[in-house]
Nanobody, 115 residues
Framework: QVQLVESGGGLVQPGGSLRLSCAASRAIFTINAMGWYRQAPGKERELVAVITHGGSTRYPDSVKGRFTISRDNAKSTVYLQMNSLKPEDTAVYYC?????????WGQGTQVTVSS
């Protein structure tokens, strides 16, 4: 099993930045892939960023060039740096870990982009 704890959400003005953190309960180099998803009210959960065991990253066009996923193996932590935030980025952000054949989720952290 993998427990995930997110932190770093909050309220930010349009154009601002936030960094989310996701601490995993096991060494992340043992995990197939880790990612960030988000879910806005009335919408489906969508992929925001993913980093594989080998270090490859992938982003949807909606965040490409603005968001960056990274990891610190020593701290078993994955980060999501979000820059140039827009009101449409407002959502609950969830950390995900694919370990074995199972997906694990954190509790989510709210990100609100508003003036």
């Amino acid at each position: 099993q993998v427990q995930l704890v997110e932190s770093g959400g909050g309220l930010v003005q349009p154009g601002g930045s936030l960094r989310l953190s996701c601490a995993a309960s096991r060494a992340i180099f043992t995990i197939n892939a880790m990612g960030w998803y988000r879910q806005a009210p009335g919408k489906e959960r969508e992929l925001v960023a993913v980093i594989t065991h080998g270090g490859s990253t992938r982003y949807p066009d909606s965040v490409k060039g603005r968001f960056t996923i990274s990891r610190d193996n020593a701290k078993s932590t994955v980060y999501l740096q979000m820059n140039s935030l827009k009101p449409e980025d407002t959502a609950v952000y969830y950390c995900n870990a694919n370990y074995g054949s199972t997906n694990y989720w954190g509790q989510g952290t709210q990100v609100t982009v508003s003036s």
